[in-house]
């Protein structure tokens, strides 16, 4: 017994630097959306339930992406500046382990999920599918931003469909918002890998659009705060939740200012700062349903 607390305190550090317990960003990216689906399909408060369980689920879920990822970048993730020190790429545990925390966590997640209605016990398969191929996506295609985006932002049609049964357009439209939210960020993250991934053959949205990286993000920030527009004026939002997303706009400016001499560290500090973004939109939401 003395042995095995000794084994479980030895690999939890390992355990939580693999799935990014301790840096929870990714966690914040993915509950923001999540949290905007479940406050559009309730028209207010959603269910403290769902609520519940969906937050869970984004913890769950986000650090199962998270082990699954290393494993897929096992051979890469020593050649990044930024990744070397993953506990994978590292050597501090064994493939099988990053493979085992990732069943593990998706069990979990099941778990979750078969609290809810059949119509989102459905809609989970593709979550899982989308969570398990995003990681080798970008071996194969320079669109692995894509492919996140809709892993991300899977969760709002489950949270439509747990609260009305269905999805209606608006849940749709919120979904194609957070696609392009996602594509921005992600790609002002994978240029902070840029270099190292054109060395390693590793491909990215960072990668395709090359010089005129900021000018498409900007344009995908433009889109994201348009279908949000959208969807306020479709939902018969007043004005003081269109002030909320002027001020997700200017977040958005400040946030590809930020990053505006490609500098890798100025790069992640701007991704970092799209939690700001994400939260200003859920105070736009707050305030419709006040």
């Not at 977040?251 to 799209?274: E, G, T």
Request: glycine share 6%; with cysteine.
């Amino acid at each position: 017994m003395t042995h095995f607390l000794q084994l479980i305190r030895d690999r939890l550090p390992l355990y939580i630097a693999l799935t990014r317990l301790n840096r929870p960003i990714g966690i914040y990216l993915l509950l923001w959306p999540t949290w905007w689906a479940l406050w559009l399909a309730a028209g207010g408060v959603p269910d403290w339930r769902l609520l519940v369980i969906f937050t869970l689920g984004v913890v769950v879920m986000r650090s199962a992406g998270c082990a699954i990822n290393d494993y897929a970048d096992r051979h890469v993730d020593g050649h990044v500046a930024r990744t070397k020190n993953r506990p994978l790429a590292a050597g501090l545990i064994r493939p099988s382990e990053a493979v085992g925390v990732f069943v593990f966590l998706s069990l979990v997640g099941l778990v979750l999920v078969l609290q809810l209605n059949t119509t989102t016990i459905l809609l989970s398969i593709v979550a899982l599918i989308l969570a398990a191929t995003y990681p080798f996506g970008k071996r194969f295609h320079h669109l692995p931003q894509v492919q996140l985006g809709m892993a991300f932002g899977w969760a709002i049609p489950m949270a439509f469909a747990a609260q009305t049964g269905t999805v209606p357009m608006v849940g749709w439209l919120l979904f194609i918002a957070n696609m392009f939210w996602t594509v921005a960020y992600d790609t002002l993250y994978a240029m902070a890998d840029r270099e190292d991934d054109l060395k390693v053959g590793v491909k990215s949205t960072a990668v395709l659009f090359g010089r005129f990286d900021l000018l498409i993000v900007s344009a995908l920030y433009v889109a994201t705060l348009a279908t949000l527009i959208l969807i306020g004026v479709i939902q018969g939002f007043g004005l003081i939740p269109f002030m909320a997303l002027l001020l997700a706009a200017v977040s958005a400016v400040w946030i590809v200012y930020s990053a505006r001499d490609r500098d890798p560290a100025h790069c992640v500090r701007a991704f970092l700062r799209n939690n700001v973004f994400g939260a200003l939109v859920m105070i736009a939401l707050l305030l419709a349903y006040s």
